[in-house]
Nanobody, 122 residues
Framework: QVQLVESGGGLVQAGSSLRLSCVAS????????MGWFRRAPGKEREFVAY????????DYADSVKGRFTISRDNAKNTVYLQMNSLKSEDTAVYYC???????????????WGQGTQVTVSS
């Protein structure tokens, strides 16, 4: 069982940076794939990024590639999402997720956090 708690959201201006954190409980954190997803107002929840535990391989949605960086600290059971050059279209509720398959598809993630709001003003 894995429980996830996100933090770090807030209201920022376009062009700013923000770092989200997700702390996981459970001894299996080091072996799971960690992902970030987001749901913008009026839209479906979508993939943002994931990171694999073993080799640290990452994958990003095209819309955030080059601006967002996902990382993890297994010693702290924490995954981060560093978001730079934020745009108004990045406004969304951001969710942390954990699973055992590296995928952009939400169905492969078994555990989800409650979400943290990120609002980018233009």
């Amino acid at each position: 069982q894995v429980q996830l708690v996100e933090s770090g959201g807030g209201l920022v201006q376009a062009g700013s940076s923000l770092r989200l954190s997700c702390v996981a409980s459970g001894r299996t954190f080091s072996s799971v794939v960690m992902g970030w997803f987001r749901r913008a107002p009026g839209k479906e929840r979508e993939f943002v990024a994931y990171i694999i535990s073993g080799d640290g391989r990452t994958d990003y949605a095209d819309s955030v590639k080059g601006r967002f960086t996902i990382s993890r600290d297994n010693a702290k059971n924490t995954v981060y999402l560093q978001m730079n050059s934020l745009k108004s279209e990045d406004t969304a509720v951001y969710y942390c997720a954990a699973g055992w398959t590296s995928s952009r598809l939400q169905v492969y993630y078994n555990y989800w956090g409650q979400g943290t709001q990120v609002t980018v003003s233009s």
